[in-house]
C-alpha cells in the first residue's frame, strides 16, 4: 500500500518492490526458508533428498499442521487455543481405551472429547466473554487432570491404538505418500477455501480485524468464537488421534509438546496474534519449517539442550525477519 | 475509568466517595484475600489435625509460584505476557544449586543468591530487549526464549541433582520468628516490600503503568515506552531469579525441569490475582496471594478426601470461574 503512494512521487526501488513482493506473497519467503532447511539437511545426509526422507518429515508435520490449523483460526479471532495439546492426548487416549469395544466408537469417542471441550471453550469465551487465554488455559487444566483421575482408575484396561488409525498415521499409500497426507490435505482443502470463500471465513477476517466493530454492525459474535473453539477442539482431537497412529502409542503426555509449535507454526507462518491477519497455507509453510528444522537438529546430532537453544533461536529469528520485512515495505 | 471521572472544574471528591472509590479499587484483592481466608478456615477443619507445620507447607508449596506471579505480573502491568518465566526459574534453580553443591555456609549462599539475582536481571533485561527491538508480539518472542533459557538450564544441570546448605534451605523451611510465620513469608513481604512498594509509586513503576493502560498516550507524554517494557521484564527477571532460588531453597536441589509448572500458572495467578491481561490494572499484592490460593486449594481437597489428582481440575476450573464472575462482577459495575 505504501509502495503505491509513493508511487506517485517517484518510481519505486528496486528494493522497495522486492519488500512489497516479499509482503504480497509470503510464502516465497517462507519456501525459501525451508528450501535452505533441506539444502542443509542434504548436505549433512546426501540421502536425506529422497521420497521416503520427505514422507516421513510429511508424516510427522501432518498431526502438527492439523493442530497448528485449529490455531490459526483461534488467532485470526484475536483469541488463542492453549487447550489444544490437552486436548488432542486426551482424545488420543479416549480413543485408545475404548479400543477393544469397536473402531467406529473408539474415533468418536475421541473426537467427542474434542467437540466437548471445543464447547467448553466457546462457552466460556463466546458467551461468557473470558479471555481466550485464560479459558483454553483452564481448560488445558481440567482436561489433563480428569485425564489423569480417570487414566489412574484405568490401569488394568490399558490402552489400544486400532489398526485403522495406525494405518492413517503411519502407513503409506503409494510409495512414499503418507496416508496421512490425503486427510491432511482434505482439511487444507476445505480450510483454505472456507477461509477465503464462505461467510464464515470472512466474518473471523473481519471479527478479528476489529470486534467492536463487527458486534456494532450486529454480528453475533458468540455464534462464531463457539463455532472458532469448536473447529480448534475437533483439529485438536483429529492431530491427537493421528500422532497416536503415528507413534502407536497413547500416553498421557502425548500431544503436549505439540501445542507450543502450533502457535510458533501459525507465527511463523504469518498469522498476527492481534487477529485478522493470516492464512492456512502459510500455517502449513510454517510446520513444514519446523518439522524439517527438527530433522535437521537431529542429523546434526544435537545435544536435547542445545536443541531447544537453536530451535528457540530460530523461531525467533524468522518472527523477526518477518515483523521487519513487513514493517518496512 | 468511570471511577475515576473526576472532571477538572467539578467539586472536589467528598470523603465518602473517597472512601468508596479505594475500597471499589482493592475491591479484588479484598475479595481474593477474603477466599483464602476462608480456605485456611476450611483447611483447619479438615485438616486431622491444623498445627503451625499446615502453614509452614502451605508457603513452602506457594513460595516458588508466588514469585513467579510476581514476575509476570510486573511484566503484564506493562502490557506485556512473560512465557519464559518457568524456564528463567528453572535455569536460576539450577545454577544456584550447582553452586551451592559445595558450600556449607549461609553467607556463601547469600552471596551466590545475590548473583543468581543479578543473572536473573540480566535475564530480564535481554528478554526486554529481545521483545522491544524485534516488534516482534511479547508473547512470540518469550515463547521462543523459554526454549532457549529451557536449553541452557539443561546444560548446566542435565539431571536433577546440586544441592544447597540446610542453612539456606531454612530460609524457607524453619520458622524462625514464630512457629505460625514461616521464614518463607517473611522474605515474600521483605521483597515485596523492599523492591515493588518503592518501585510502583516511583517514576519507573508509574511509567509501567501509563505505558501498560495505552503505550501511545503514555509515549507521547514523554515516557520512554520502550525503555520502560524493557525495565518491566528486568523486574520480571529479578522476580524469577528469587523464584529459581525459592526453588533451591524448598527443594534443597536444582532441576532443569522445574519450571515447567509455573509459566501458565503464574498467568492463571495473575488474572485471579486482578491483574488484567490488557495491562495497566491491579498490583502485585492480589497475584501473590492467588498464588496461595491456587496452593492451599489443592490441600484442602486433599484433605477433604478428594483424589490429590483433581489437584489440576480443581485449579483449572477455580482459574475460569473466577475470571468468569469476575467479568460479569465488573461489567455490571459498568
Known amino acids: 500500500m505504501s509502495v503505491a503512494a509513493r508511487a506517485e512521487d517517484a518510481p519505486p ?14 510464502l516465497v519467503l517462507l519456501g525459501a526458508i525451508l528450501v535452505l532447511l533441506v539444502i542443509a539437511c542434504t548436505i549433512k545426509k546426501p540421502s536425506y533428498f529422497s521420497g521416503d526422507q520427505a514422507g516421513a518429515v510429511l508424516r510427522y508435520a501432518a498431526p502438527l499442521a492439523i493442530m497448528a490449523a485449529g490455531q490459526t483460526i483461534a488467532l485470526l479471532t484475536r483469541g488463542i487455543d492453549l ?21 467406529v466408537r473408539a474415533i468418536a469417542l475421541g473426537l467427542g472429547v474434542g467437540l466437548a471441550v471445543g464447547l467448553a471453550n466457546g462457552i466460556g469465551v463466546g458467551i461468557f466473554l473470558v479471555q481466550p487465554l485464560i479459558m483454553t488455559l483452564g481448560m488445558a487444566g481440567i482436561v489433563t487432570g480428569l485425564l489423569t483421575v480417570r487414566a489412574s482408575g484405568n490401569r488394568l484396561g490399558g490402552t489400544n491404538v486400532p489398526s485403522i488409525v495406525r494405518d492413517v498415521g503411519g502407513e503409506s499409500l503409494v510409495g512414499f505418500v503418507p496416508n496421512s497426507l490425503i486427510l491432511w490435505t482434505a482439511v487444507s482443502v476445505v480450510l483454505i477455501l472456507a477461509l477465503r470463500g464462505s461467510g464464515f471465513g470472512r466474518m473471523l477476517y473481519a471479527y478479528g480485524n476489529n470486534p467492536t466493530a463487527m458486534r456494532m454492525a450486529g454480528m453475533r459474535a458468540w455464534q462464531l468464537l463457539l463455532a472458532t473453539y469448536v473447529l480448534s477442539g475437533l483439529l485438536a482431537a483429529v492431530s491427537g488421534i493421528l500422532l497416536a497412529g503415528l507413534i502407536n502409542a497413547a500416553d498421557l503426555g502425548l500431544a503436549d509438546s505439540l501445542l507450543l509449535p502450533s502457535v510458533a507454526a501459525a507465527v511463523i507462518g504469518g498469522t498476527s496474534i492481534f487477529g485478522g491477519i493470516g492464512t492456512y497455507s502459510g500455517t502449513i509453510m510454517g510446520a513444514l519449517i519446523l518439522t524439517v528444522l527438527d530433522s535437521l537438529l537431529t ?3 544435537v545435544d536435547d539442550a542445545y536443541r531447544q537453544i537453536i530451535y528457540g533461536l530460530i523461531i525467533l529469528a524468522l518472527v523477526t525477519l518477518y515483523a521487519q520485512v513487513q514493517r518496512r515495505a | 475509568m468511570s471511577a475515576a471521572g473526576h472532571v477538572a472544574g467539578a467539586p472536589a471528591p467528598s470523603r465518602a466517595f473517597k472512601l468508596r472509590r479505594a475500597v471499589s479499587r482493592q475491591a479484588w484483592t479484598l475479595g481474593v484475600v477474603a477466599i483464602l481466608v476462608v480456605l485456611l478456615i476450611i483447611e483447619a477443619n479438615v485438616a486431622p489435625l491444623f498445627t503451625s507445620f499446615d502453614v509452614q507447607s502451605l508457603v513452602i508449596s506457594g513460595m516458588p509460584l508466588a514469585f513467579a506471579a510476581m514476575a509476570q505480573s510486573v511484566v503484564v502491568l506493562s502490557r506485556g505476557i512473560d512465557l519464559s518465566v518457568g524456564s528463567v526459574m528453572a535455569l536460576t534453580n539450577v545454577i544456584a544449586a550447582q553452586l551451592m553443591q559445595d558450600q556449607k555456609t549461609l553467607g556463601s ?3 551466590i543468591s545475590a548473583l543468581v539475582l543479578v543473572i536473573g536481571v ?33 546444560i548446566v544441570l542435565p539431571t536433577p541433582g546440586g544441592g544447597s546448605p ?32 518503592p518501585l510502583r509509586s516511583r517514576r519507573i513503576g508509574l511509567a509501567m503503568y501509563a505505558v501498560g493502560s ?74 501473590i496471594i492467588a498464588a496461595f490460593i491456587l496452593s492451599a ?38
Do not use: C, H
Request: proline letters at 2%; glycine letters at 14%; zero cysteines.
Open chain 2, 214 to 287: 495505552d503505550a501511545t498516550a503514555a509515549g507521547l507524554s514523554g515516557v520512554q515506552v520502550g525503555r520502560t517494557r524493557i525495565l518491566a521484564y528486568t523486574f520480571g527477571g529479578l522476580f524469577a531469579a528469587f523464584g529459581g532460588l525459592a526453588l533451591t531453597s524448598t527443594t534443597g536441589i536444582g532441576s532443569p525441569l522445574s519450571g515447567e509448572f509455573y509459566t501458565l500458572t503464574s498467568v492463571a495467578a495473575v488474572v485471579i490475582g486482578g491483574v488484567s491481561l490488557a495491562g495497566g490494572k491491579g498490583g502485585l499484592l492480589g497475584p
Open chain 1, 83 to 103: 487447550s489444544m495439546g490437552a486436548t488432542a492426548t486426551a482424545a488420543a487416549y479416549v480413543m485408545a481405551s475404548n479400543a477393544s469395544d469397536g473402531t
Open chain 1, 299 to 301: 542429523l546434526l546430532n
Open chain 2, 122 to 154: 540480566a535475564i530480564g533485561t535481554l528478554n526486554g530487549l529481545a521483545v522491544v527491538f524485534s516488534r516482534v508480539p511479547d508473547i512470540v518472542v518469550t515463547l521462543a526464549l523459554s526454549f532457549v533459557w529451557a536449553g541452557v538450564a539443561l
Open chain 2, 109 to 111: 549462599a547469600l552471596l
Open chain 2, 297 to 334: 486449594a489443592v490441600t484442602v481437597l486433599v484433605f477433604a478426601g478428594v483424589d490429590a489428582n483433581y489437584g489440576q481440575v480443581i485449579q483449572g476450573a477455580l482459574i475460569v470461574l473466577m475470571v468468569m464472575f469476575g467479568g460479569l462482577l465488573l461489567r455490571r459495575r459498568g
Open chain 2, 166 to 197: 540446610t542453612s539456606f534451605q531454612e530460609l524457607s523451611t524453619a520458622s524462625d520468628l514464630w512457629e505460625w510465620i514461616p521464614n518463607g513469608l517473611l522474605i515474600l513481604a521483605g521483597v515485596y516490600l523492599v523492591v515493588w512498594v
Open chain 1, 13 to 26: 526501488r528496486t528494493s522497495d518492490r522486492f519488500k512489497a513482493f516479499i509482503v504480497d506473497q509470503p
